[in-house]
């Protein structure tokens, strides 16, 4: 499953690309690009744990950026 997400709070363009090394490094993770610019993300992750993996890329995303948080 593909979808892409409003993401609040990015700040910082350094912490946007080690989100997106990190979530994509997760299993069940095919793809994840995080655009600064654009504060969004985009996950393409296994379809029957898409909201598992979701809550887990959240808490990875707060291990660099506290105050970001996935739009749903």
């Not at 993401?7 to 912490?15: Q, S, T």
């Not at 989100?19 to 969004?40: H, L, R």
């Not at 985009?42 to 105050?67: C, G, M, N, S």
């Amino acid at each position: 499953m593909r979808k892409s997400f409003k993401l609040e709070d990015l700040d910082c363009a350094n912490c946007a690309a080690k989100m997106q090394d990190a979530i994509s490094k997760m299993p069940g993770v095919e793809k994840c690009t995080v655009n600064f610019m654009m504060q969004k993300m985009t996950l393409v992750a296994d379809d029957a744990r898409f909201d598992e993996i979701l809550d887990e890329a959240q808490k990875t995303i707060h291990k660099f950026e506290p105050d970001c948080n996935i739009v749903r």
